[in-house]
């Protein structure tokens, strides 16, 4: 796996995410502006992504799943406002296309047994990294909007919360699959060497901190303190662009899933 890939399947997750994060909120409050100012953004950065990193690298199946994908995305965006049952459509549309886009690049990047777990990886990966984003432009949209409801961050909150729990769960399930039965000294030496320096990396920082980080945000949205948990999402969003970029690269160039 290149490195171009790797940017291209992490710019995807990120998208992908992104876009499924617009059906959690209500339209009427947030405004149409707001799906049609990052719908066209994804879609712009995600066509961008394919030409200049990951066209050489898909299949056909894998590059008509992720063309409808952005087909769906582009419509959504400028349906949205102007007709629902479109606008709809092109949602549920996209996200089932997103998720067929995905499970087409896995499968053609198969690592073995890995791969079911790499899947539910990647799926984890695109509901963290979006939500994440999603949150962090949504306490952006205050400062357009100032009197929408706090309703709609505190919703997009917990679900990055619920998203970070699992992929809390699942990291530590397979760091507990990958370490079991080392010593206390080969465990030390696994750790300051590559790939295990990676692997305590990936879990401290792009896992335990991003969830730990997310508990504040919730904290300053409770308090509806609007600015500060968008300054504490950009943290957020580093630590879970950081994790999830060192898991691809763990689980491509040493099969390790976490």
Not at 15 to 26: A, E, M, N
Not at 50 to 67: I, K, P, Q, V
Request: with cysteine.
């Amino acid at each position: 796996m290149n490195l171009k890939l790797l940017i291209f399947l992490v710019l995807t997750y990120l998208g992908g995410g992104v876009f499924t994060s617009f059906g959690v909120l209500r339209q009427k409050q947030v405004g149409p502006n707001y799906f049609r100012i990052h719908g066209l953004g994804l879609t712009a950065l995600l066509f961008a992504a394919y030409f200049l990193l990951g066209r050489d690298s898909l299949d056909r199946d894998s590059t008509l799943w992720f063309s409808l994908f952005l087909a769906c995305a582009l419509g959504f965006s400028f349906f949205t406002g102007l007709s629902t049952r479109l606008s709809m459509a092109c949602y549920f549309l996209g996200v089932i296309s997103f998720f067929g886009a995905l499970s087409m690049n896995i499968s053609q990047l198969a690592i073995g047994r890995e791969n079911f777990f790499l899947l539910i990886n990647s799926v984890l990966a695109s509901f963290v990294l979006g939500f994440s984003m999603a949150a962090m432009m949504l306490g952006h949209w205050y400062l357009v909007q100032p009197k929408l409801s706090i309703d709609e961050l505190g919703r997009t909150t917990l679900l990055m919360i619920f998203f970070l729990a699992l992929r809390f769960l699942f990291g530590t399930f397979q760091a507990f699959s990958l370490l079991r039965g080392m010593s206390e000294v080969e465990l030390l030496r696994y750790f300051v060497k590559v790939p295990g320096v990676f692997v305590l990396m990936r879990y401290l920082w792009g896992i335990l901190g991003a969830l730990v980080l997310s508990f504040l945000v919730w904290r300053t949205v409770k308090i509806r303190s609007t600015q500060s948990a968008t300054g504490i999402l950009y943290v957020v969003v580093v630590a879970t662009l950081v994790g999830e970029i060192l898991s691809l690269y763990l689980a491509f160039y040493f099969g390790i899933t976490i």
